[in-house]
């Protein structure tokens, strides 16, 4: 992928998560430098993901570790972390992040034609990987407060 493109993406990634985060979960966020996974989806104990499809066809992801995952729950229901101790809240709470992070993604690339989201996903075990074939794949890491995580862009060809 062209140095170009990487940045172009994970601009987009940036401004997506950052909007999230912040508002959300009131935690600002430091981006590292971009980089390319040549085995889209990586290695974590939580992915959360939505896929889009149309004009524009891939997946965003958040890849994180079980307890910044809890963290992440906490905030959102404004409680303590401690408090959190079912996994189904856990599990929702990433979805819903997957899905405002996919919505802003979704945003970007309304002008350049019709796209749809799915459902999110969100895969919680001790070091999920999962795999999707792609022409493009664009990854920031990201520091908080809380500890840090990555976002994932994947985009597939959809004529290939």
């Given amino acids: 992928m062209e140095a170009a493109r990487l940045e172009e993406l994970a601009g987009l990634i940036q401004k997506a998560a950052c ?3 912040e508002t959300m979960l009131d935690l600002e966020l430091e981006a590292r430098t971009p980089y390319v996974n040549q085995t889209p989806i990586g ?3 939580l992915t959360a993901f ?3 499809a149309g004009d524009k066809q891939g997946f965003v992801a958040i890849h994180c570790s079980r307890s910044l995952a809890q963290d992440f729950t906490a905030r959102l229901l404004g409680t303590d972390p401690s408090e959190v101790d079912d996994q189904e809240s856990i599990l929702d709470a990433a979805g819903e992040l997957i899905n405002m992070v996919g919505g802003n993604v979704k945003t970007e690339f309304a002008s350049q034609g019709t796209i749809q ?3 999110p996903t969100v895969v919680m075990t001790p070091k999920s990987q999962i795999r999707v ?3 493009e794949s664009a990854v920031l890491d ?3 407060a809380l500890g840090e995580f990555c976002v994932e862009l994947m ?3 959809p004529h290939g």
């Fill in 43 to 45: 290695q974590s104990e």
């Fill in 133 to 135: 074939k792609t022409s």
């Fill in 50 to 52: 939505l896929g889009f």
């Fill in 142 to 144: 990201f520091d908080c």
């Fill in 155 to 157: 985009l597939t060809d």
């Fill in 19 to 21: 909007d999230v985060f």
């Fill in 117 to 119: 989201i799915s459902l």
